[in-house]
């Protein structure tokens, strides 16, 4: 019964965390346009700059969800004493919040900032090696929503092949926190999906378009 409340209030409040919507916001505020209705219609980082062009409103909405991601599981962890169920369920309704914030309809981001914030404290070698994926797809690609699906995509697979390298290593040099390799290839892939999702949604939405014209 405790672990079971101990996980919907992890749930609830790192939903409403996530679903922040600082996107949305500075823009409103800085730039009086609704971001919602501007470029992809995306709360995320990149409509941000595509709608305000302004460097100080995408640096502060790429920061705000990076800590987003970051700040909940840090401290879930001494809240929750290092449970490591609590701190996956709350980290995957930040993602949930993000891209799905009730203040707007549902209508969020993508959830990539706000999970590069969640695997900075959760497993940073996951993050690096993700940028090194993305940077690679972006340099043959040329295109920056391809590079976030295939480096998105690759994520379980990445995760996969650090453990091989490092054995009973890894969780020592690449997590602050006790080790289930288990669970984290779960939580990983549940990760990745919310993230995908939400990209499928914009390849749909172009495909639509072409096809109209």
């Known amino acids: 019964m405790a672990l079971a409340l101990q996980l919907i209030a992890a749930a609830l409040s790192c939903y409403l965390i996530g679903s922040i919507p600082s996107g949305y916001i500075f823009i409103k ?7 919602t209705k501007e470029g992809s219609g995306n709360v995320g980082t990149l409509n941000a700059f595509q709608v305000s062009r302004s460097h100080f409103t995408t640096i502060s909405v790429l920061l705000i969800d990076l800590l987003k991601g970051a700040l909940p599981p840090y401290l879930l962890s001494y809240l929750s004493n290092h449970d490591l169920l609590t701190i996956y369920t709350g980290c995957c309704f930040i ?3 993000h891209n799905y914030p009730i203040w707007l309809k549902f209508k969020g981001g993508r959830g990539l900032a706000s999970s590069a914030g ?8 996951v993050l690096v090696t993700w ?16 590079s976030n699906y295939i480096a998105t995509a690759s994520l379980p697979f990445v995760v996969i092949i650090l453990r091989s390298i490092y054995n009973d290593t890894f969780p020592i040099l ?9 669970y984290f290839i779960i939580f990983v892939c549940i990760i990745t999906v919310l993230v995908l999702l939400k990209h499928v949604e914009v390849f749909q939405k172009s495909k639509t378009n072409n096809n109209k014209q």
């Open 95 to 97: 993602v949930i919040g």
């Open 131 to 146: 940028c090194i994926v993305w940077i690679i797809v972006r340099y043959i690609k040329k295109s920056t929503l391809i």
């Open 29 to 35: 505020f800085f730039h009086k346009k609704d971001i």
């Open 174 to 182: 690449f997590s602050v926190y006790e080790y289930n390799y288990i």
């Open 118 to 125: 969640i695997f900075a404290v959760i497993n940073f070698a």
